[in-house]
């Protein structure tokens, strides 16, 4: 990663970490379960991102075969599906999380 990237990732995160302290008046304490459910939810994107992905090329794969039209693997490689894989996974979290508060 480059230098001037880790800066401004930390410098955002120390922002944020100030305001939600001084201005959301959250407490420190919930700040390492806050970290575990966001590695929840990139879990989550990963899982959802290489499903679709594999999906995708088992999809154009079976199409080449099927001679129905000729598709690139670049296709499946859309930015467009990660961007769609997040959402997909923002979703199952929050559905998840809905489901254990009632």
Do not use: C
């Amino acid at each position: 990663m480059h230098p001037l990237a880790l800066s401004i990732i930390l410098l955002t995160s120390l922002a944020l970490l100030i305001v939600a302290v001084a201005v959301f008046r959250l407490p420190l304490g919930t700040l390492p379960s806050a970290l575990g459910q966001s590695l929840e939810v990139i879990g989550a994107i990963v899982v959802f991102s290489i499903g679709n992905l594999a999906l995708g090329l088992v999809l154009v794969l079976f199409l080449r075969k099927a001679g129905v039209h000729y598709f690139s693997l670049y296709e499946v490689a859309d930015a467009a599906l990660l961007v769609l894989s997040f959402a997909q996974a923002l979703v199952f979290y929050a559905w998840r999380g809905a489901r254990t508060r009632g």
